[in-house]
């Protein structure tokens, strides 16, 4: 966020591309991102010597770095900075993309898809992608299909381990369950991947179970019309 008391008060030297959430009489550029909320996560040990909040693949500050080729060669981790960068202190090493499909209702289904890629043009080895399901998902046993890699639960909690091709981008699915017993709530889900000694985050997936039911027309007509007498009276 950046505030001035002012539109003429102390001097804010604007440089690359800036990316903010709030801001009044800053005077940002059109090449600057205004008004958007960046996605990061909460600070974590990430890597490196210090805590960092990282960005998932849903992230506005993805990719959107200008003169690349003239920022620090590493993030603030020591991540590489690949040719295409991203805005801010960290850089991911992973570009895990998750999805989900299914009725978001207790006692019912659900699938996650992953997409496990690197940020770069170079593929990596020895990726390793955690998914820790939490309440009220329930992970569905032998229920784990990969394009590429290994995969499979340890109780609530999807391990996969494999190469991370630039070119074919391992596809990872698997099913949760809604604990039947679970009350309405909010589903916040999102994958964690370690590569060259750094974390990556996926999106997060919010789903809820809440039942939704829709006035009939007729219904909507007789509460605007109780509104209108309502407020005339």
């Known amino acids: 966020d950046c505030f001035r008391d002012t539109p ?55 990719g959107a770095g200008l003169n690349c080729e003239s920022s620090p060669l590493t993030d603030q981790r020591g ?23 299914g009725l978001f209702k207790p006692g019912e289904t659900v699938t996650y898809t992953l997409q496990i890629a690197p940020a770069t043009s170079t593929v990596i080895t020895n990726a390793v992608v955690v998914d820790s399901l939490t309440a009220p ?53 999102r994958a964690t991947a370690q590569a060259q000694g750094f974390v990556s985050t996926s999106n997060t997936v919010r789903n809820d179970t809440y039942e939704r039911q829709y006035l009939p027309g007729i219904a909507s007509e007789h509460c605007r019309d109780f509104s209108d007498t309502f407020s005339d009276a």
């Not at 801001?23 to 805590?51: E, M, S, Y």
């Not at 900075?81 to 998750?98: D, H, N, Q």
């Not at 070119?167 to 369950?177: E, I, K, R, S």
């Open 8 to 62: 003429t008060s102390g001097t804010l030297t604007l440089t690359g591309r800036n990316l903010v959430g709030t801001q009044r009489w800053c005077g940002f550029r059109p090449i600057d991102l205004v008004g958007v909320d960046a996605k990061l996560t909460p600070l974590a040990d990430n890597g490196g010597l210090t805590a960092t909040a990282a960005i998932g693949s849903d992230s506005p500050a993805l």
């Open 79 to 101: 991540a590489p900075r690949p040719a295409i960068c991203s805005l801010g202190a960290y850089e991911p090493t992973m570009i895990v993309t998750k999805s989900a499909t």
């Open 137 to 189: 998902l329930v992970a569905v046993p032998g229920s784990v299909t990969v394009s590429a890699g290994a995969g499979q639960f340890a109780g609530n909690t999807l391990t996969w381990s494999g190469p991370a091709d630039p070119l074919h981008p391992a596809t990872v699915t698997f099913q949760a369950q809604i604990d039947v017993q679970a009350p309405l709530s909010l589903v916040v889900n």
